[in-house]
């Protein structure tokens, strides 16, 4: 009978195991020398055995606290932008926070550990972990570990693992201060302050305890604080602002006769439409047609509209309580509560699909009705008998004709608008994350034990902010001629707006959950020629749970029978609320895991090690178990050369929502339909032309739903990944370091969505997700999670140290870590192309949203073929300065926007200097200075940037100055 592949890795496993056991026993002991100076073993990321940091077969990645700091970073997202292992999206990742994306993967991919351990995952997606989490103030080192790590930690570790360690032990107080502000004007300054508080010694008194708090508050930053990065003759040579630009709603609003045609006529497009801050006139889109086709009006000025970076607040506290028993057994109990906000900008609302109507209308017994004193009338050419629509007159050469005044005739008029008074409107998504651990290790009968209770939890809880307003109040308003449509409201109209705000109103609330108990033995089984046999074996249980809820049925508007509007499946399907649909389904979802691993060292001569681990797991809800060998070797034939490889499996398995989502998750976009709006540009809106028996409101620049999840996803199988890698350490001459290591991967079932850009290039292929109403308009896309293809990555990791010798003027250190791509490819869909992702941007949904790049944020992947950080250290007395470089090569844009020749994207580098002083007693100062070359992100003329610039590259703050002050008592 044909053995399973499970089974066959299982047994492949133990046969390798034994082997190891077998030349062991034929090894000759080795006896450790008395007087050698002995080496702290401790754990280390990627092994359950105790070790030497640098002893391992596995290359490592360690960078302490103190190292961050000199680098001037102001928070952990700066550590997951530069590291060249990690493709982290970067000024607006999202509302998620800032999140590590090991290997180009998808942060999905990276397993992220504070302390060796899991926490509850993010509640939306349930996939990863955001850096915001992790406690500052507390903070010892990071170890990265690129590469899978399946057979150790299970599931997500594809990428490698990212491990956060705290302090083990803290004597004393610390406070600090930090202050971070862009040279030049606007938002986007940082403040922080944390401090940390510890008792007792752990080596005289056996016992500590600390806590540590740290805060911190960023502010939005807007286009309108950068206008000079938005020039519109820049702009302009992207595709991007061609004046005239197409009409869209504002607080100077276009009106019409009906729903359907709201944008005939402006009254206030004549005198400018206002004073630019908030609108800006426009002839429409179409005025560069030959013959010109005009429609004056007012659009919203996108610099005020539009945020680059979001607003954010981070609070987190950490403590831990630790106890050295006799024995030498310790005890500690790790708590962890994190909050933070991400103040997430969404520009202007106005009406939607799920309100009553797109659109307001106003009578005409408004004060602020056209023609009645306080709205100036409209001016026309041609025929204007009261009931019909002439073209509005703008000047003689381009409306010519006998020019009248506008025959309202009394009719309701009807419009798009929003509102101006309460700004740019935002959402806070706040996201809570707590953990509990109560961990003990120490020695029993000759055996190693470490054994942990671990309980997180974590929320999600979606609220809109300032901005957002009623659509029955706003109504309202304007029939009792409260709100004026066509200009700035008078104080009682702008105390109205902020009268009928939805202000802290939670219209989506997840919670997620991860309880689990582990064990781990350790112990030398006989002495080999190198050192002793050591045998490790853990288990563990893990529950990882889930909560949705309901929808909030505040603001969901009544059927005529009474009850809620509220689809089926639990979907609302009409609301009160301007900008944002309730969202929820009450459900409790849970997984079960249980997980055994074994890892075994054997170093069979003083410098030829052997290194295996095998790990299997069980997926109740899948009804499968996974197991994953890895085999590593280190060889160091001479003293300064070590040279090591390893090959691994891994997987990940496809989430707890992915699976066991409740209720379709329900997002929009403005497109035309891909069939009955056909276009040569399919992903550009308003492109298309609309087929006989249609009319272009109906199905071309149409706001168009598509599902992201869908209730019942069972069908989807775990990712599986092969990887290997080799390479080694050179220390050619005394204090200079060099490290190469070639790496590869190779995963197949990629899970990833199909995305709406696909189905709009390839309408015929994926018609089956394409629902149609009765009338054949589209209903509704399904674009969510399925198994796609395969992926094969390769590339090479190198690093170079060098400490120079000491000199009568202080030290010197450089240091240098980068990643080179030698291949990424993937397919979209399964036995699809093979498509090359290294050194290019596009805006294909292949590329996208497909495959390994899901899950960013809507963002394509991006693979630069070279990416470093650098810097160059200086150290005399008291005082300290490191410059640092961050660098990565540019693109080739596949997907330039209509109207753009641009398909290159230059490299990025961006200089950091800080400088510290230790000269005043317990206080460090530290200033710096971030982009001293006030590097801009590169430009783009690819349509997924709207604002023509690559943020995701670097931050668009310019030039950064800080201040930093510790103070130790």
Known sequence: MKQKPQLQRAVLATAVSLAVLQMASHAQAQTAQSGEQQVQAVVVTGSLIRRVADEGATPLTTIKATELAARGHTELKDLVLEQPQSLSLGTNSGAAGPVTNLRGLGPMRTLSLLNGRRLANEPLQDQYVSVNVMPRMALDRVETLSGGAASIYGADAIGGVQNYWTKRGYEGASIKAEYATPEMSGGGDTKSIGAIFGYGNLNKDGYNAYI??????????????????HDP??????????????????????????????????????????????????????????????????????????????????T????????????????????????FTVQKFRGMQVPGATQPFTTYSLPSTSRFYPGKGITPNIQVVGSNTGANTPTMYIDATKTPGTVSNLNLNNRPIYFQWGP???????????????????????????????AGLNYGASERDTRVGEGYILYS??????????????????????????????????????????????????????????????????????????????????????????????????????????????????????????????????????????NGAVRADHYDDLKQTTVNPKLAARWQPIKELVLRSSLSTGFRAPSIMDIQNPTPEVRTQVMDDPVLCPSSQPTVAGTGTPKAGYTADQVCNVTTNYWTKTPNNTFLKPEKSRGFSFGGAYEPIKDLALTVDYWGLKLKDVLGALTIAEVQQNPTKYAEYIIRGSNGVIDHIVASQANRGQTRIRG???????????????????????????????????????????????????????????????????????????????????????????????????????????TTVDSYSQYNLNVRYKGFKNTTISLGVNNLTKEWPPLTSNSIYGGGYVTSMADMMGRVYRLSVEYKF
């Open 420 to 450: 101006a008074e309460l700004g740019p409107a935002y959402r806070n998504d706040e996201q809570t994350n707590n953990r509990l651990v109560l961990s003990a290790e120490g020695e029993v009968m000759g055996w190693d034990y470490r």
């Open 212 to 229: 540590a708090v740290d805060h911190q508050k960023k502010s939005a930053l807007f286009q309108a604080d950068r206008p000079e990065q």
């Open 473 to 610: 109040k706003a109504q309202e308003g304007f029939d009792k001629g409260i709100l004026n449509p066509f200009g700035l409201q008078d104080e009682a109209g702008a105390q109205y707006l902020r009268d009928i705000q939805a202000n802290d109103y939670t219209y989506r609330l997840n919670k997620a959950y991860n309880k689990s108990v582990d064990v781990t033995l350790s112990r030398a089984l006989m002495p080999l020629g190198g050192g002793d046999l050591t045998l490790a074996v853990s288990g563990e249980l893990r529950r990882d749970s889930a909560r949705t809820f309901n929808a909030a049925l505040d603001y969901v508007l009544k059927k005529a029978d009474g009850s809620y509007n509220i689809d089926a499946a639990g979907n609302v399907v009409q609301s009160d609320l301007v900008g944002e649909t309730p969202q929820g389904v009450a459900k409790k979802l849970k997984r079960d895991i249980s997980s055994l691993v074994m890892e075994i060292d054997a170093p069979l001569t003083s410098t030829f090690l052997l």
């Open 796 to 902: 090479a990791d190198v690093s170079a140290s060098y400490r120079f010798p000491t000199t009568s003027i202080g030290n010197f250190d450089a240091k240098i870590d980068g990643t080179w791509y030698h291949k990424y490819e993937f397919q979209s869909e399964k036995d699809g192309p093979w498509l090359q992702n290294v050194g290019i941007i596009t805006n294909d949904g292949r590329f996208g949203g497909a495959g390994p790049n899901s899950g960013l944020a809507g963002m394509p992947q991006m693979n630069p073929r070279w990416k470093y950080t650098a810097a160059v250290t200086y150290t005399t007395g008291d005082w300290s300065g490191t410059l640092s470089q961050r660098f990565q090569t540019g693109l080739t844009d596949l997907t330039p926007r209509a109207g753009s020749t641009l």
């Open 316 to 339: 987190n506290v950490a403590a831990r309580a630790s106890w050295n028993l006799s024995g030498g057994h310790k005890i500690d109990l790790d708590v962890l509560h994190s909050n």
């Open 233 to 314: 003759a820049i702009l302009r040579t992207l595709g991007l602002g061609i004046l005239p630009d197409a009409r869209n709603a504002s607080p100077f609003a276009n009106f019409g006769f009906t729903r359907a045609a709201n944008s005939n006529y402006n009254p206030a497009y004549a005198t400018g439409c206002g004073d630019g801050t908030y609108a800006r006139p426009t002839l429409g889109n179409a005025s560069a047609n030959t013959p010109p086709t005009y429609a004056p009006g007012c659009a919203r000025n996108a610099l005020y509209w539009t945020a680059i970076t979001d607003g954010s607040e981070i």
